[in-house]
């Protein structure tokens, strides 16, 4: 059987690099995406079969080069596993439109652009999207008005994947992280911001990039088949509790 082959962008490190790793042990040739060439190239060093690319998902003819370079390499796209976004935490009234427009160009942007350069390879292989989110982008909490607002949009434009590309056998589902043990949260995350999400969280713990990846890799996977258009939050429950942290609060 010929192999199969996911494109993940923002794969140099954490969730994308999680899913890269799940996706080979599961029998999958990956196309690594970052914008950081030396952190890629770092995370890609023999991880095998796998392929690196240096591009910056929101800017479209990079983009346009990437898809191109992919297909040209491994001959095929099964999965895409838009992950690559930025983070930018503060109030409304401190985020100027620069910081705004910086966020929007990568976490929906990039999404979009990405999407859409790869349909065609998609509607080949009948392969599937799964954009990812965040808890952020299913309610409101403090300093997130980018970030948040980007994260919504990203839900919203996989509904509309999966409502106008499921007559072409391309499947698009949304997996929305909740607070995730990666080096950069715990070097940002104070204690009492650990603690708080610890009591908020009905699990009572952060999750792990591996337990991201693996909801990711089942939506790509044929055991997903029948699932199109879902929003999964991967948070231990802490959508369910709809509570804001004061912790978090300016």
Not at 12 to 30: D, H, K, N, S, Y
Not at 65 to 74: E, I
């Amino acid at each position: 059987m010929t192999e199969k082959v996911a494109l993940v962008t923002g794969a140099a490190r954490g969730i994308g690099l999680a899913t890269t790793q799940l996706f080979i042990e599961q029998g999958w040739r990956v196309a690594m995406v970052d914008r950081d060439g030396e952190e890629l190239h770092k995370a890609a060093t023999g991880l095998n079969p796998v392929s690196a690319f240096v591009h910056d998902v929101s800017i479209p003819d990079q983009v346009d080069d990437m898809v191109h370079a992919v297909r040209t390499t491994f001959g095929r796209i099964d999965a895409v596993v838009n992950n690559a976004g930025v983070a930018d935490f503060g109030p409304i009234e401190d985020t100027d439109f620069a910081r705004w427009r910086a966020v929007m160009a990568t976490n929906l942007d990039g999404v979009f652009l990405v999407s859409q350069a790869t349909i065609p390879a998609l509607r080949e292989s009948r392969g599937a999207f799964v954009n990812i989110a965040s808890i952020s982008g299913l309610r409101a909490s403090t300093l997130r008005v980018a970030y948040g607002t980007s994260k919504a949009a990203v839900i919203h434009l996989t509904k509309q994947q999966a409502a106008e590309l499921g007559e072409y056998g391309i499947r698009a589902n949304c997996v929305c992280p909740g607070p995730v043990r990666t080096k950069l949260a715990m070097a940002v995350h104070s204690p009492e911001i650990i603690a708080a999400y610890h009591d908020a969280i009905p699990l009572n713990r952060y999750g792990t990039e591996r337990e991201i990846a693996e909801v990711i890799t089942f939506l790509c996977s044929e055991k997903a088949s029948y699932v199109t258009g879902q929003v999964i939050a991967s948070d231990g429950g802490f959508e369910s509790t709809g509570v804001g942290l004061p912790a978090l609060r300016s």
